[in-house]
Each structure stands twice: as structure tokens, then as C-alpha cells.
């Protein structure tokens, strides 16, 4: 299944997991004709899409710049070819040119195909903006991922993975499916160990009453991260916060900004408002996870329907701030590997965090090697906007994706004997950078850079 | 022929780039910023804003960095045709005596405006051949280049070449400033010419004019428009953003440290 006609795809939702995610997939006879109308809805709201459409000079500056051209070579991975599969649409349905002229200005009609070519090829972008950041116009193809995938979602057509960790975030506020009991439990337990570990006796309060901070951790770290939560619970103890987790948006991540910007995104925005009115918050605090960071820092103003009273700030905006002003002791021999950071681009190209991470970063450990390029020109882990797929066609694409990234890494020498660690402060990252840097043999482990943190503190 | 394209074809032409443009323009007004989408580092004042727009436009700093070899030719030919295009209008208002008020004689000027124009006109000329020559060879922009991409660089190529053989052969094909000026205002003045002015019996100048006309007509409609792209393009991207102040409500962690929070008891604080 995972192929359509030479392209991979990703394992489609079944129409079932579909209505759980309030969809009724559009039968094929229909699917050509809904998709004009949903683009033509999209192509009147979102400017950033339209200017996407229409100023680009096919210079092919963007090609090299991303790291799925790179990894693939395949010429649709080029970023404004992605854009292209609906350019031609666009030209062919919604300008003059297009309508003319037709194949000499690269205009064609839509048809099932080009409709699958979306779903592979949209599903290949992560949504990391680095086209963004090297086109001579700073033309954004990942707006026009955005509108590809939220037109494909309509349709019915969304990655399985995307649609039941959508299902998920409904039914339980999460992307693992943890209730609370699980997220409970885990936490208890994540404190016991720390009391063993650290020698530091602490509680991660759960829906705690007039709480001053909401910390909203992902849900991946109750699973996968445990020290990036710890880590997290380390910082709030050590500064003597009255702080709290909520267990009806345990997840800093949002799938839906991923493929449905508009329900789902909204649903677990709502939620959040809900938490933070009902536990008397002052500020609300994120963890690690590059994309939601975005869709919290940047979307959030724009998703709410109601007013937002409560300010939002990175983790490490804060462990910055504290660093900055002296107030935190940190020992960073006691991270005495060398270290490397990858920007996870959703921090280092939508929120503006490059700086603060270098600053946590510098103040607790000993090595630190920069990685070239960084910050605003990082490369992408290949896994960003959710593309962890595991059958076996897309996992190839998986390390084919990360290559770019391994290269840089391999670059700084870090992993030379087997002892590096390769910071990730963003879950997707993480996830993704698990299983890569095994497949490409980088001698690093993968951490979190609270993970750091929490080592890094000196509590006497 | 030469009359349509000399005395009609201008206001059809200057109708459709105007109007097309317009309609073009308006469509992008009508969509709107939706979410907030700024490109990291984000700038703190507007004036950082103002540094990124001339920095992008006039010495193309995005692309510097991320295509090294397009820049080399992109920015030749970009200053050399804004050289050429400052060169006509002055150039043509002036009769080619710009430079008298540099403090040169009249004929020294109209050598030192041929001159520059001679060197923009090929240095233009050379950077679109190279960026031709760009399609045809290097893979990744093959696989983005379509047939009208092709065209564009063709039609280009003919209005310059043709413009650069009026400079350099003169005296065969050349036409002087004042003919041309006078169509000029002839044609703002809405007055027709003479049927033997030189303006509409030098065939290279009637067929450059043509070629400039089939451009200007074509811009509304194509990727020219990126000339008002990037500007939009960037509206959106690169804005002022504020950050929320950081430290934490009721936080002290002096005291905190004091009390000897976390540390278990008996071994604690002070
Ligand atoms: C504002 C900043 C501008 C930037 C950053 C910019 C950048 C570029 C780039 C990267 C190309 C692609 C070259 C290629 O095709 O390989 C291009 C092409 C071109 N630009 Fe610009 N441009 C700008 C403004 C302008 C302006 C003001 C004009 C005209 C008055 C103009 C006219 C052209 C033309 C005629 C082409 C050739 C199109 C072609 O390749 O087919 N540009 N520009
Ligand atoms: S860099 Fe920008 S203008 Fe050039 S091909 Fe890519 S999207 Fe188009
Ligand atoms: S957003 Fe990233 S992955 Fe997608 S086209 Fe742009 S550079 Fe490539
Ligand atoms: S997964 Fe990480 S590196 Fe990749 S897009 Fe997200 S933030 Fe970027």
C-alpha cells in the first residue's frame, strides 16, 4: 500500500479513524471537484499562500536548502516543485495565464494523481521553513504544505499516525492516549527515582489548585524522555515554584497544527484556556517540543477564540533568564561529554529561541561544539511535522531525510569516540533522532537540553 | 507595422501593465495575514525591519548565502538593469548631458553615457546568458525550469541584445537621444509623429520597442511580479515581534535555596 505509482505515502486512516477525527472521507468521483473549492477557500484567506503562488522565479535557490531534496534527490522534493503540484492547479483553475496559455506556463488540469502526488509529497515536507529563510523573496513553501494538508484532511485523506494521535488529543488531551491515572503514576515514579538518582526530594503536582505556573509538558517525555520531564520537575523544585501539570492538556505538541489547522489545533488550544482558568494560573510554561512551541508561541493569538490573560514562555526562556541573571548554580562538570546542539528549526527559524538555548546550554556542560550551519539556517532532523512513520518504504525515507542532518553532526565530532551527545530539545527531534543516529553511526546519545539542566544543578 | 507598434501598441500596453498589475495586487490584499508567521531572529524595532527589506532587495543577502553561484549572476543582472533603466530615463530626459551637472562638458557627458551604457548593456547582456546558460546545465534548476521560464530569459535576452547592438553599431543601426525623446513626448502629449520620423523608421529601435512592450504586457501575468512579491512576501515574514517578559510569578529563589527546597531532610539548608 504505502506506494502510489512510484511515489511512497504514508499509511493511509481508514475511513473509520476518519469519523473520529469528525471527517466523512469524499468519495473519488467527488474528491477532484471539492478539492477546487477548498483551494479556492484557501487561496482567499492565506496571503502568505497566494504570494507563494504567485512571485516565485523558479530560480531553484530553495533545491539544496532543503534537506528532503538532498536526502532523495528526487526533483519533487525541491521545495518549490512541492509548491508546484498545486501551482499548476492554481494557475490552471484560478489566473488568467493559466487559463491561456496552460502547459507553456505549467498549468494542469487536477485529477486523482495529482491529488496522491500531494499526499506523498506533503507528507515528505517537515514544515522546517528553511526554503523560507533561502529564497531571495523568503517565499514559504511550508504555508503551502499547510493549505496541502488541510485540503487533503477534508478530503479524508490524513496518515494514520496524524489522524489517531488527532483522535487521541480529543478523547484525552494527549498524543499518547495517556489518562490521567497513567500520566499519575508515571510521575510518582519519575520522583522516586529522582530521590534515588539526584538525592532530591520532590512531587510533580498534577491539577494542583492556584498554581502560579501551568507547565505543559509532552506527552512523549512520560514515555520516552523521562529525563527531559525530570529535568523539567529538577528546575521548578530547585527555584521553589508553586507550579503544576494538567492532565487535560498533557501535551505541548498539537498534531493539529500538523493537518487540520483548524478543529484539532483549535480543540487542544481550548483546552489549555480551560486549564489554566480553572487551576488560577499567572503563567503558563512550555516544554520541549519545537512545533509546539510554534503553534503555542505564534498561533495561539490568532487560534483563541476568547482572550488569553495568561503569558506564554518557553522553559527555556526562563532557565535563560535565571542563568542571565545569576540566580541559577549550575555545575556543568557534571555533563562532561561533548556536546552538540541541534537547533530543531521550528525553535531556531519561527520562535527566536537560538540564543536562549546557548545560553542554558554554555552554563551546563563543558563541551559544548557549535554545529555548522546553526540557528536560523539549521537543517532539519528529518522527522519534523510528525513524518515518523515506521512501515518499512517510509522509514527508508526516514534516514534518507536525516542524512543531511548526520552529516552535520558527524561534521562536529562529537560522536568521534562513541561518547557524544547530540542535544534535541524538541520531542519530534528526539523521536526521530532515536533511531537515526543508530542508522547512520554517529557514536552520540540523544538528550533533551533540561535533560542537561536538571544533571547540571547544584542543589547545596 | 511600425506605426501600430510605434503609436497604438504603447497605450494598449501601458492599459494592461497598469490594470493587470492592479488586479494583480488587489487579489493579494484581498487574502490576509492570517497567523502570525515572522522569520527568527525576530527584528525588535521597525527600523531592523527596514534593514532586512534593504538588505534583501538591494544587495539580495538571502540568496548570498544560500546560492552563492545564482547570486553572482542574479545580482549582476539586476544592478546592471537597474543602471540601464536609470540610464534611459535620465539619459533620454537629459539628451545625455547627465553629467554636465557633475561638472563635465556636454560632449564628455555623451561619451561617459554611451560609455556606461555600452558597459551595462553587455554586463547585462553576459549575466543573462550566464543565468541561461544556468537552466540548461545545472540539474536542480533544470528540474524547476519550465518552457515559459525558457521564454522570459529569450525575450530578455532579444531587448538587450538588440539595445546593445544600437549602442555598439551606432552608426549603422544606432538612433540618437533626441528622435527618442521626442517620441517620448509625443507620445505623453497623446500627439502623433511625423510617418519619416527616425523614431518609426530605425527598424532595431521599432523592434526593441516592440519586444519591451510584449514584456511589459506579459509582467502583470508572470513571475515579474516577484519584483512586488518579494516586498509582500516579506510584510509578511519579517515584523516586529515583542517577547513576554521572562521570570516566573512568585518565584524567589534565593529563599528557595535558603530553605533548602528538595534537599532531604536532615541535610539541609542552613
Ligand atoms: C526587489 C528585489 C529583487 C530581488 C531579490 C530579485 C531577485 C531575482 C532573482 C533571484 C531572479 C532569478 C534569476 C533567474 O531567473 O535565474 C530574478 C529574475 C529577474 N528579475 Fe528580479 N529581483 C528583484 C527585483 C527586480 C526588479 C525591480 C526588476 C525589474 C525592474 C526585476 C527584474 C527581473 C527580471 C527581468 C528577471 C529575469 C526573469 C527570468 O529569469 O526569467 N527584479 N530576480
Ligand atoms: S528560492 Fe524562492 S524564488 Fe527561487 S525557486 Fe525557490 S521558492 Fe522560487
Ligand atoms: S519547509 Fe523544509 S522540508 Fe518543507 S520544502 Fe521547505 S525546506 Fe523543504
Ligand atoms: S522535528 Fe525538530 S528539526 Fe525537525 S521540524 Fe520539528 S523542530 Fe524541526
Redesign the pocket.
Same mark, same amino acid.
Given at each position: 500500500m504505502p506506494t502510489y505509482k512510484d511515489m511512497v505515502q504514508p499509511v493511509r486512516a481508514t475511513e473509520n479513524d476518519m469519523k473520529k477525527i469528525h471527517i466523512d472521507p469524499t468519495p473519488d468521483d467527488q474528491k477532484c471537484d471539492k478539492a477546487l473549492q477548498y483551494l479556492d477557500e484557501m487561496r482567499k484567506k492565506f496571503r502568505s499562500f497566494v504570494t507563494a503562488m504567485e512571485s516565485c522565479?523558479?530560480?531553484?535557490?530553495c533545491a539544496e536548502n532543503c534537506h528532503t531534496y538532498l536526502g532523495t534527490k528526487d526533483p519533487n522534493n525541491i521545495p518549490t516543485n512541492r509548491a508546484e503540484l498545486i501551482r499548476k492547479i492554481y494557475k490552471r483553475y484560478f489566473t488568467l495565464e493559466g487559463r491561456w496559455f496552460g502547459k507553456l506556463v505549467g498549468a494542469e488540469d487536477i485529477s486523482l494523481d495529482v491529488i496522491e502526488q500531494w499526499y506523498s509529497y506533503f507528507y515528505q515536507c517537515s514544515e522546517c521553513r528553511r526554503c523560507a529563510r533561502s529564497c531571495?523573496?523568503g517565499i514559504d513553501t511550508c504555508e503551502v504544505t499547510f493549505v496541502g494538508r488541510q485540503i487533503l484532511h477534508w478530503l479524508g485523506i490524513v496518515p494514520k499516525l496524524h489522524a489517531s494521535v488527532g483522535a487521541a488529543m480529543e478523547k484525552v488531551g494527549n498524543h499518547t492516549n495517556l489518562p490521567k491515572p497513567g500520566l499519575v503514576d508515571t510521575l510518582e515514579f519519575l520522583a522516586d527515582d529522582i530521590l534515588e538518582e539526584f538525592g532530591v526530594e520532590m512531587t510533580f503536582p498534577v491539577d494542583k489548585p492556584n498554581s502560579d505556573i501551568l507547565y505543559i509538558p509532552s506527552s512523549a517525555d512520560f514515555l520516552l524522555n523521562e529525563y527531559t520531564l525530570k529535568g523539567a520537575g529538577l528546575f521548578f523544585s530547585y527555584i521553589g515554584a508553586n507550579w503544576t501539570i494538567p492532565s487535560i492538556v498533557a501535551e505541548a505538541g498539537n498534531f493539529g497544527y500538523l493537518f487540520d489547522q483548524r478543529f484539532t489545533q483549535r480543540h487542544n488550544v481550548m483546552r489549555l484556556l480551560d486549564a489554566a482558568q480553572n487551576l488560577g494560573v499567572k503563567k503558563i510554561v512550555w516544554g520541549e517540543c519545537g512545533h509546539g512551541w510554534r503553534a503555542a508561541k505564534m498561533y495561539i493569538p490568532t487560534m483563541a477564540d476568547r482572550p488569553v490573560p495568561w503569558p506564554i514562555t518557553h522553559i527555556h526562556d526562563e532557565v535563560a533568564y535565571y542563568i542571565n541573571t545569576n540566580q541559577l548554580k549550575l555545575d556543568p562538570t557534571k555533563n562532561s561529554k561533548p556536546v552538540t546542539l541541534h537547533d530543531p528549526c521550528n525553535y531556531a527559524r519561527a520562535c527566536d529561541l537560538q540564543e536562549n538555548l546557548r545560553t542554558v546550554m554554555k552554563a551546563s556542560v563543558v563541551d559544548f561544539r557549535e554545529m555548522t550551519p546553526n540557528k536560523d539556517w539549521t537543517f532539519c532532523c528529518g522527522g519534523g511535522s510528525g513524518i515518523l512513520f515506521d512501515d518499512p518504504e517510509m522509514y527508508q525515507r526516514r534516514i534518507q531525510l536525516s542524512a543531511k542532518k548526520a552529516e552535520l553532526v558527524r561534521a562536529t565530532g562529537v560522536g568521534a569516540d562513541g561518547n557524544g551527545i547530540l542535544c534535541a530539545p524538541c520531542s519530534i527531534c528526539k523521536a526521530q533522532l532515536y533511531p537515526m543516529v543508530e542508522e547512520h553511526k554517529l557514536g552520540v546519545e540523544v538528550k533533551g537540553l533540561i535533560d542537561l539542566v536538571g544533571k547540571a544543578l547544584v542543589w547545596k | 507595422m511600425s506605426y501600430f507598434i510605434m503609436q497604438i501598441m504603447p497605450y494598449i500596453t501601458l492599459v494592461v501593465f497598469t490594470f493587470g498589475v492592479l488586479f494583480r495586487l488587489g487579489r493579494w490584499a484581498g487574502s490576509r495575514i492570517v497567523h502570525n508567521i515572522t522569520l527568527a531572529p525576530f527584528p525588535q524595532r521597525n527600523s531592523q525591519v527596514l534593514g532586512i527589506f534593504a538588505a534583501?532587495?538591494i544587495f539580495?543577502r538571502s540568496?548570498f548565502s544560500s546560492d552563492r553561484t545564482?547570486w553572482v549572476?542574479?545580482w549582476l543582472? @539586476?544592478i546592471a538593469?537597474?543602471s540601464v533603466?536609470g540610464g534611459h530615463i535620465v539619459g533620454i530626459y537629459t539628451l545625455g548631458e547627465e553629467f554636465i551637472y557633475l561638472g563635465l562638458s556636454s560632449d564628455l557627458s555623451k561619451e561617459m553615457s554611451a560609455l556606461l551604457g555600452v558597459t551595462f548593456g553587455i554586463l547585462m547582456l553576459a549575466a543573462?546568458v550566464y543565468?541561461l546558460i544556468?537552466?540548461f546545465t545545472i540539474t536542480k =534548476?533544470k528540474a524547476v525550469t519550465g518552457p515559459s521560464?525558457y521564454l522570459?530569459?529569450i525575450l530578455?535576452l532579444a531587448i538587450v541584445t538588440i539595445g546593445d547592438i544600437m549602442r555598439v553599431f551606432e552608426h549603422q543601426f544606432g538612433i540618437d537621444y533626441a528622435p527618442v525623446k521626442d517620441f517620448v513626448a509625443h507620445l505623453i502629449m497623446l500627439k502623433p509623429l511625423p510617418l519619416d520620423h527616425l523614431a518609426l523608421t530605425t527598424p532595431f529601435f521599432v523592434l526593441h520597442i516592440f519586444f519591451v512592450q510584449i514584456?511589459l504586457m506579459l509582467f502583470p501575468f508572470s513571475?515579474?511580479m @516577484? =519584483?512586488f512579491g518579494?516586498?509582500a512576501n516579506r510584510w509578511i515574514i519579517n515584523r516586529v515581534y515583542k517577547e513576554p517578559a521572562p521570570g516566573l510569578p512568585n518565584v524567589d529563589i534565593a529563599a528557595a535555596r535558603q530553605a533548602g527546597i528538595g534537599v532531604p531532610s536532615g541535610e539541609g539548608g542552613v
Open positions: 522565479v523558479k530560480c531553484g535557490a531571495p523573496f | 534583501e532587495a539580495f540568496l545564482l549572476g542574479a543582472m @539586476h538593469l537597474f533603466i543573462l543565468l544556468r537552466r =534548476v521560464d522570459m530569459l530578455l514584456l513571475k515579474l @516577484h =519584483v518579494m516586498f
